[in-house]
């Protein structure tokens, strides 16, 4: 596996609290993604990033924000959490220097967050 | 709204048989990949296709892509109980960002 890991790998939070997620990479690849995960819904992207201070929307992105300030870190923050935020949220990061595909994306393991 | 969506959503079929799952998609594509992912983990890529190509082998997976038809297959011979998993196409218009489907879950009973 890629060197990524997602924290915390399981939240509970209330309602209007505001939560952030943090996806860490170790292998200099220029892409980072945050998707969720629900029932019948497949992976949906939320927001990604291209670089450094570089990011753009994805198909959900109402109710996050992200921030990417050192190639390794990507956060995505929830501003005020409601109960649709539920969901398994994943990392993945494309855009390996060294390999022939670079559409290839790799996987973090996850984060169950439940608000309450 | 999903690009791809994968057909069937369920699948189980017995330890050595062939699984074969499709994915249809809408617009025109730059590449198509295919992912795995074990219960509670995160997606392992398993392979990619280009829109200039037409089939491709990786050990016991085969995949082929119809763009003509929008759709692609990804056949896993002798399966394994190991196998079980649900498995998404993704798709790409030739940038970094994919649009996952939905994905068939399938299982193989040992």
């Known amino acids: 596996d890629a060197g990524i890991t997602q924290s915390p790998r399981h939240k509970v939070t209330e309602t209007g609290t505001p939560v952030t997620l943090r996806c860490h990479q170790t292998?200099?690849?220029?892409?980072m993604y945050w998707y969720r995960q629900d029932p019948g819904h497949g992976l949906r992207l939320i927001h990604y990033?291209?670089?450094?201070?570089?990011?753009d929307k994805g198909e959900v992105s109402d109710g996050y924000s992200v921030s990417r300030s050192k190639t390794e870190d990507f956060l995505l923050t929830l501003e005020s959490a409601t109960s649709s935020q539920t969901s398994v949220y994943f990392c993945?990061?494309?855009?390996?220097?060294?390999?022939?595909?670079?559409?290839?994306?790799?996987f973090g393991p996850g984060t169950r967050l439940l608000v309450l | 709204s999903q690009q791809g969506e994968e057909d069937p959503q369920a699948l189980s079929i017995q330890e050595g048989e062939n699984a074969t799952m499709n994915c249809s998609y809408k617009?025109?594509?730059?590449?198509l990949q295919w992912y795995r992912q074990n219960s509670g983990r995160g997606l392992v890529h398993l392979i990619l296709?280009?829109?200039?190509?037409r089939e491709k082998h990786s050990g016991r997976l085969r995949v082929t892509l119809d763009t003509s038809k929008k759709s692609s297959s990804l056949l896993i011979t002798a399966s394994r109980a190991a196998d079980t998993a649900s498995y998404f196409c993704?798709?790409?218009?030739?940038?970094?960002?994919?649009?996952f489907g939905i994905g068939t879950k399938l299982q193989v009973i040992p």
């Open positions: 993945a990061i494309s855009g390996n220097p060294w390999a022939a595909n670079q559409e290839t994306q790799y």
């Open positions: 292998e200099n690849h220029r892409y």
């Open positions: 990033s291209y670089g450094v201070k570089d990011t």
């Open positions: 617009t025109s594509i730059n590449n």
């Open positions: 296709i280009r829109s200039n190509e």
């Open positions: 993704a798709t790409s218009g030739g940038y970094q960002k994919v649009t």
